[in-house]
């Protein structure tokens, strides 16, 4: 009965109070509830892949190294380097510019540190390029409980971002940074994170994460259409443009619910399942299958499958009616309204480097994934600029084009050696 | 105001928490006295089968292992120089594998053979009868066949205090 | 809108404690001898960190959903 009373006490404080005072809780008593056994951190490893992505006039390549290795029992450290080598010619680029080359290089460092059953973790990623530089801080929490049965994590996440606007200096070719365009915007992460045995051959996991961006959340780039004058999709629309303007705030929460499931011959299946909803109106759901087998001798096959849709911002349109139709506007294909299925194969090689004593166990792999969107409200506008009296000789006019459909490849290669 | 109540309240939950943290302190207690129950499992490469009670007058350790096992398997070198060195004062180390099938601890014990005897307890009789809370898990029994000292887990170290505990019991 | 004083928002803080240790005692049913198959490591969440980031990347970039994927991106201007 003091209980409950006390309850309706703290019902009473006002919500970011109470929010504060039960994540203090709950982090004070995953220290507390933990017995004193002692967990270990994951073995040392490093991984150096090789990474391609080509769809849609789009092509970025790169390596990717990500070492792990113990400092002591109890405290680990990791660094990864991340090169996008980009080329495009993408719809959007080919419809409002020239195609154009450009590099981002992204360097991260962490730690975690292992106290009984508790990880405390933490890190910092770096990315820069010639128009965007993001850094980003991030800790996290997570503790082990009932017999090591459950995992329960939480995190925070900050990012810092400077928009920039490149410029081509049209007589050298060579790129600059556009001095009078300096935007910011920061992003808030918060992530509540369970895993837990359920049997024997049965793991599920449950993630929930809340961001909040603030600042310039737009792209200097990207241009909305509207109609002067005519009807859409005939030859009389004259169409105008304008760069696109967003809100100055987003706040979404995603929340993910998977399972994972051992099979008799040594084999994994596992599933997820991810609702999205932003204040921007966006929804989204996201499927991932995925299905792993030893085969032979040293071989492991996987097979991966991905389904995903969401629906436009509640500021995105295609052409919009007229300009400055509402306080925000985008046609931004990212927050158009589509859907995508991705199917992806992958092969594994596990091998011993007996002369090299320090490698404990080494694996050769690749992957490859291909991925079909079918964009439900984003038109493609090459048909009504660059081809000249459409597509086989169908006429295709502002408004009035085919939707976009991208197909893409994504590539990975890699090694990884543990020791 | 309100605040006298709440902390009112709370000060109540306060005395509740002490007593109950006094009653869920974990058994972090290493010690204990209770005799050390036996048991009859088939042993590796024996076709009679090994009892924990044939050992009697005898410092024994049981070690609960598995293949799978990566602090298990980190631990059984070290398991075997123990086995060497005190075999001659009167000790017997006595590994249990838990596992259901004996393929994969076969496959681990002929990479890494051990002297010491090993039974298999496939069907966690054993297992459930210690109340086997961790993996490895480590129980050393005196020469009276009671359980003096229980470990749970293995990291680098923990060999100095088994060392410790054995002398002592070895010299009684 | 009164400001709960420290010392009760300490105390609240045990209170809730008190209710998990009470908790602490559940049996686990999956005992640490039968965890044989949830050790293999096939059955690892993310057995390759640096893949299952990347393959995130590729697809957080093109989508307007973000979050609740187990992996920390960082930013970029990729568009």
Redesign the interface.
Known sequence: M??S??VK??A???GG?RLR??L???A??LA??A????D?LPDDRA?V?F?R?DGGGLVVEGP???VQKKVT?KFAVNA?Y?V?QISSASI?VVTTASPYKEK?Q?E?AGFEYLQGQTTYSG?F???N?N??A???A?AGVSQSM????STVSI?F?R?W?N?YRSLKNEATDETYRDPSFHQQNE?H?Y?L?L?Q?L???L?G?F?????VDEGYLS?P??QVRYLISGALGTPTAIIGTETQKYPNTRT?????VGL?Y?LPY???V?GSL?Y?H?T?A?G?E?LQLHY?Q?VWQHW?FEGFY?F?R?NS?NFYQDVFARIDEYNYYTR?K??STYHAN?LGVGLSYQFLVPRVRLITKATA?L?I?HMM?QYENFRDERYSKLFVGGDNGHASYAGGEPLYVLNAN?L?A?F?IWF | M?ST??TR??K??QRGLALSLLAAL?A?ATTSATPAPDFQLSERGGTAPISLGQFKGQVVMLNFWASWC??CREEMPILESIQRKYKPLGFTMLGVNVEPDAKAAEAFLKETPVSFPIAYDPQSKVSKLYDV??MPSTVIVDRKGTIRFVH??Y??GDENEYLNQIRALVRE | ?M??PCVA?VL??????T???A??P???????Y?????A?P??S?DP????S???QH??G??????????A????????
């Open positions: 003091q209980l009373g006390l006490d703290v009473a404080w006002p109070q005072a039960l203090a809780a709950l004070l008593a507390w509830v017995p004193a056994r002692s270990v991984d892949l990474h992505y990717s190294v990500l029992e990864a991340y996008d959007d981002r992204q991260s890190g990623i770096d990315s390029e128009d965007y993001s850094k980003t991030f009932f017999g090591d049965l995190g996440k990012t971002n928009v992003n992460s992530t994170g895993t045995v049997t024997r051959n793991i996991n993630d929930f994460e809340t961001d792209s780039y990207r979404s929460n995603a929340v993910s994972k051992y040594h084999a994994a596992d991810r999205f932003d921007w966006i989204a996201t792993a030893p492991l991905r995903y969401q911002a931004d990212e927050l991705t792999n992957r994934d969107v994504v990975q890699f990884s | 309100d109540r709440t309240r709370l109540f939950v974990p972090l990566g602090p809370e961790g749970r887990g990291k680098p | 809108m400001r709960a928002r609240f803080a045990c209170g809730t404690l209710a998990l240790a908790c602490a559940i049996q686990p049913w999956v005992k640490p039968e965890r044989e198959h949830l293999d096939i059955m969440l390759n960190p640096v893949s980031d990347y393959l590729v697809f970039v093109r989508e307007a959903s973000r979050g609740a994927t187990g920390v991106g960082g930013g970029c201007g990729c568009n």
